[in-house]
């Protein structure tokens, strides 16, 4: 029996109530795993387990047809200092659902565990549909998508859902986090020293901060390097031997994480280690029938800065959900009631447009 899209709505918000009573933040998320578990199980789906990864195939699965793979992740940050609402509470505000993950990910996992449900019976798609609610996101833990990546069939296309407002996100920066370490020659603070750590770090400061990469990409612009992180010295009256820094590096879809990490290698005026270089950018071709599909009913594409499980993906794939991401991690966060409505309506009619299609 396929459900209607209102009946599926309701389901999905009382589903995101009970995700956010329940502590998930990442490596713990073995309540909300059960949560989910539980909620398909109710409407005859057949799931299976890996960890707090809860995955499950259409039901008609046929293995002639190439793969769609629809995931969002449970797993939450710890509520900051400046919550004034319980974030384990989940309670209605002037159409607002309040609670710890409600924006991020809950309405786009919600949304997205109800249009797979919206699609499990059905037998004349033109693709496999696997659903995958998976932990570990937030701090990309070994038990996270990538852990369960292997044991699925080849991926053809992906759906990754996380807050966009349902615009088409059809590329996303790669991440790449440097440790730089600038050089000097430790003192005593009270004698002369020309080679100041500390003193040297200005002019590093100021490269990084004019740095420009010769590569703009037209959707997703420029590579972006940003200092987040400074620390050097333990006394007040010893110079130290060098400075450690970190260097948040956001990579367009003109250079792999490999190529940035070797011109920096040649052109930064210091030291530079990766601590990854898996974190790769993730794009799908804006006249892939899944992204012709949303612009049709009026969506607009668009690259994303931030990063996400797309890039454990080595297919194409679509970032698209319900919610702000400018709300995600947010105090008080929350997500509009009617947004998870559109959320699975949205969600549903770009797949009629796009599985329809043989």
């Known amino acids: 029996m396929t459900l209607d899209k209102d009946t599926l709505a309701k389901e999905a918000l009382e589903l995101l109530k009970e995700l956010?009573?329940?502590?998930?933040?990442?490596?713990?998320?073995?309540?909300?795993?059960?949560?989910?578990?539980?909620?398909?199980?109710?409407?005859g789906v057949d799931t299976k387990r890996q960890y707090n990864n809860i995955y499950a195939f259409n039901k008609y699965y046929d293995e002639s047809k190439p793969n769609l793979l629809l995931n969002s992740h449970h797993d939450t940050v710890k509520p900051n200092s400046a919550y004034t609402k319980d974030p384990f509470n989940p309670h209605i505000?002037?159409?607002?659902?309040?609670g710890l993950g409600s924006n991020d990910a809950g309405g786009a996992l919600v949304s997205l565990l109800a249009t797979f449900v919206h699609f499990y019976e059905r037998q004349d798609l033109s693709h496999n549909i696997i659903m995958s609610a998976t932990a570990e996101e937030e701090d990309a833990g070994d038990k996270s998508i990538s852990a369960l990546l292997p044991i699925l069939p080849?991926?053809?296309?992906?759906?990754?859902?996380?807050?966009?407002?349902?615009?088409?996100?059809?590329?996303e920066k790669g991440l790449v986090v440097f440790e730089g370490k600038v050089e000097g020659t430790p003192s005593h603070a009270a004698h002369p020293n020309d080679n100041n750590a500390i003193y040297n770090t200005i002019e590093v400061l100021q490269w990084f901060k004019n740095y420009r990469f010769e590569k703009v990409s037209e959707v997703l612009g420029p590579v972006k390097m940003t200092v987040t992180q400074i620390n050097a010295g333990s006394q007040?009256?010893?110079?130290?031997?060098?400075?450690?820094?970190?260097?948040?590096?956001r990579v367009n879809d003109c250079y792999t994480n490999e190529e940035v990490y070797e011109i920096l290698k040649k052109e930064a005026p210091c030291k530079l280690t990766p601590r990854s270089l898996n974190l790769s950018s993730s794009s799908i071709s804006i006249n892939h029938p899944l992204v012709q599909s949303g612009i049709a009913l009026g969506r607009e594409t668009y690259g994303s800065p931030t990063l996400s499980d797309q890039a454990e993906l080595s297919c194409?794939?679509?970032?698209?959900?319900?919610?702000?991401?400018?709300?995600?991690?947010?105090?008080?966060?929350?997500?509009?009631?009617?947004e998870v409505i559109e959320g699975v309506g949205l969600y549903i009619d770009i797949l009629e447009g796009f599985l329809s299609k043989k």
């Open 236 to 249: 007040h009256n010893v110079v130290p031997g060098h400075v450690d820094l970190v260097i948040d590096t």
């Open 316 to 338: 194409q794939s679509l970032k698209l959900g319900p919610g702000d991401s400018t709300r995600s991690h947010s105090a008080d966060e929350f997500i509009y009631v009617d």
């Open 93 to 98: 505000e002037d159409g607002k659902l309040y």
């Open 154 to 171: 080849e991926i053809d296309v992906a759906i990754v859902g996380e807050p966009t407002q349902m615009q088409l996100a059809i590329a």
């Open 20 to 43: 956010i009573s329940i502590p998930s933040f990442s490596e713990e998320e073995d309540g909300t795993a059960t949560a989910i578990d539980n909620w398909l199980e109710k409407f």
